[in-house]
């Protein structure tokens, strides 16, 4: 399974982006695809996530900010990231969780660089 993400930039604070993850080749269901960052210094963390029904999680920090939705006929997950803040700055990970019970598999795109300047 191929993730092309896409999206990623310069912005300033309190501006908007939107990433864009596309998964290709994948078999069996998609059940889960969602957003990972890691900031410089810092830990990766889960930003967003999304099943195939469409339950989404978020992270404390980001929600009432960030939006995730997701294409399950395109295999492609979005974020609306608004109100962005310094803090946001990070490369986001595209992640997928393609399941065929028992066995589950995860995915990791390429990254794209977000930064937001003060």
């Known amino acids: 399974v191929q993730l092309q993400a896409s999206g990623g930039g310069l912005v300033q604070a309190g501006g908007s982006l939107r990433l864009s993850c596309a998964a290709s080749?994948?078999?069996?269901?998609?059940?889960?695809m969602g957003w990972y960052r890691r900031a410089p210094g810092r830990q990766r963390e889960l930003v967003a996530s999304?099943?195939?029904?469409?339950?989404?999680d978020y992270a404390d920090s980001v929600k009432d900010r960030f939006t995730i939705s997701r294409d399950n006929a395109a295999n492609t997950v979005y974020l609306q990231m608004n109100s962005l803040k310094p803090e946001d700055t990070a490369v986001y990970y595209c992640?997928?969780?393609?399941?065929?019970?028992?066995?589950?598999?995860?995915?990791w795109g390429q990254g794209t660089l977000v930064t937001v300047s003060s």
């Open positions: 992640h997928a969780k393609v399941v065929n019970s028992p066995v589950s598999w995860t995915y």
């Open positions: 080749g994948s078999r069996f269901s998609i059940y889960l």
């Open positions: 999304i099943t195939s029904s469409s339950s989404a």
